[in-house]
């Protein structure tokens, strides 16, 4: 309390001077002592409690965990979309090597002289059940990445759900 009414005072004494400064002729500026200016301006930083320093040291450290976490977001972020994509190219591979097996036992079966009809339907078979496993495989590379892209968000959330409290706490 001691320091805060000191600190008024050097206020009040800095704005005392400022409204006692001799005026300048023919304009609207003052002339002040700079060096006695300054000497108050010192005394006040001074008397500035540690609390206030402690309280921008961790504002900065706050925003640089957040600039932090939010680069770790993005890498995982882009982690994520590269995984994605090259289970979509080893799920896409997959199916080409599904349909090319089709076709391999759809012409063995007209080879053996089965009848095509069934050879047909054999070969429809192994396709819908290629675009099943493919569509199984491409749905489950899209949870995957949610399931990332969610942790990431959580993590984010919790994050800055403990800044918040830090803030508060600050105060």
Do not use: C
């Not at 010192?42 to 965990?65: H, L």
């Not at 590269?82 to 997959?94: D, F, G, L, Q, V």
């Not at 391999?104 to 007209?110: P, W």
């Amino acid at each position: 309390m001691y320091v805060d009414l000191e600190m008024m005072e050097l206020f009040e004494e800095l704005e005392s001077m400022i409204k006692n400064a001799s005026s300048i002729p023919f304009s609207h500026k003052s002339g002040i002592d700079k060096e006695e200016v300054l000497g108050i301006i010192g005394e006040i930083k001074a008397m500035i409690p540690e609390e206030v320093k402690q309280a921008s040291w961790i504002n900065t450290e706050r925003n640089k965990i957040i600039s932090e976490a939010k680069q770790e977001a993005d890498q995982i972020r882009e982690q994520a979309k590269r995984e994605a994509e090259i289970i979509a190219s080893e799920n896409n591979n997959k199916m080409e090597e599904i349909k090319k097996n089709s076709e391999e036992i759809v012409k063995a079966y007209v080879e053996a002289s089965e009848p095509v009809v069934k050879a047909e339907e054999k070969a429809q078979e192994i396709i819908s059940k290629a675009e099943s496993v493919a569509r199984e495989i491409k749905l489950g590379s899209i949870e995957y990445a949610e399931d990332v892209l969610s942790s990431v968000e959580n993590s984010l959330k919790n994050l800055l759900q403990e800044v918040e409290r830090d803030r508060h706490q600050l105060r």
